[in-house]
């Protein structure tokens, strides 16, 4: 679910579609068609197109976004970059077991509680207005920082109610994550002009066909 590509062939900055309901189901929904290998897209390919996303979620301002992006020395960007793969496909892991009601698998665990360990590490108490708060981490702090907030969320939802709503998109090659929302609970993909219009193209042109033949 991408724009397509420019002609270097590079995948276009097109915008991201939050349609997840929540920051951690938009993160793993960054690898589209990820059932069908011939045509899955990782959307984020390098780090800048992380930081796009986490500025798109509001993770970051435009501010730190540009500035992470042109401070962050190549290599502490490539293994953030890294990290930040590693960290949505642990989280896909965690969320598919949720979905098949299984018990998940204890290195995805292990993965994400290294990251939430880091983000505890990473907080402290503030004082403003003469009242103390728990703050950060900072989101900018470093090339990896947005992780934390990312993981953090994540265990928020994976703690929550909310649980109980996640949903998956019916088309069998998208199948992204999705809270359901809706007022009966019958949401069957994750955008209805995208997925939802070439299902119903589908279906109509194999009823075309079958009146044809």
């Given at each position: 679910?991408?724009?397509?590509?420019?002609?270097?062939?590079?995948?276009?900055?097109?915008?991201?579609?939050?349609?997840?309901?929540?920051?951690?189901?938009?993160?793993?929904?960054?690898?589209?068609?990820?059932?069908?290998?011939?045509?899955?897209?990782?959307?984020?390919?390098?780090?800048?197109?992380?930081?796009?996303?986490?500025?798109?979620?509001?993770?970051?301002?435009?501010?730190?976004?540009?500035?992470?992006?042109?401070?962050?020395?190549?290599?502490?960007?490539?293994?953030?970059?890294?990290?930040?793969?590693?960290?949505?496909?642990?989280?896909?892991?965690?969320?598919?077991?949720?979905?098949?009601?299984?018990?998940p698998h204890?290195?995805?665990?292990?993965?994400?509680?290294?990251?939430?360990?880091?983000?505890?590490?990473?907080?402290?108490?503030?004082?403003?207005?003469?009242?103390?708060?728990?703050?950060?981490?900072?989101?900018?702090?470093?090339?990896?920082?947005?992780?934390?907030?990312?993981?953090?969320?994540?265990?928020?939802?994976?703690t929550s109610?909310?649980?109980?709503?996640?949903?998956?998109?019916?088309?069998?090659?998208?199948?992204?994550?999705?809270?359901?929302?809706?007022?009966?609970?019958?949401?069957?993909?994750?955008?209805?002009?995208?997925?939802?219009?070439?299902?119903?193209?589908?279906?109509?042109?194999?009823?075309?066909?079958?009146?044809?033949?």
């Amino acid at each position: 679910m991408f724009s397509g590509y420019n002609k270097g062939g590079h995948i276009m900055a097109a915008p991201f579609q939050l349609v997840a309901g929540h920051v951690a189901l938009d993160f793993v929904n960054t690898l589209d068609n990820r059932y069908d290998p011939e045509r899955r897209i990782d959307l984020l390919p390098s780090y800048a197109r992380f930081i796009a996303f986490v500025r798109q979620s509001g993770i970051l301002t435009a501010p730190q976004a540009r500035r992470l992006v042109r401070a962050a020395p190549p290599a502490a960007a490539r293994a953030a970059h890294h990290r930040a793969i590693e960290l949505r496909e642990t989280l896909h892991s965690l969320f598919r077991a949720v979905r098949e009601g299984r018990r998940p698998h204890r290195e995805s665990l292990n993965t994400l509680n290294r990251v939430l360990a880091e983000a505890a590490l990473a907080r402290g108490i503030d004082c403003g207005n003469g009242h103390f708060r728990w703050a950060g981490p900072d989101p900018a702090a470093t090339p990896s920082a947005p992780l934390l907030i990312l993981a953090s969320a994540a265990a928020d939802l994976l703690t929550s109610a909310d649980l109980a709503s996640l949903r998956e998109c019916g088309a069998p090659a998208c199948r992204w994550l999705f809270l359901d929302h809706s007022k009966n609970h019958s949401r069957r993909w994750c955008d209805m002009k995208v997925c939802g219009n070439r299902a119903k193209a589908q279906r109509f042109h194999a009823r075309q066909r079958e009146v044809a033949g």
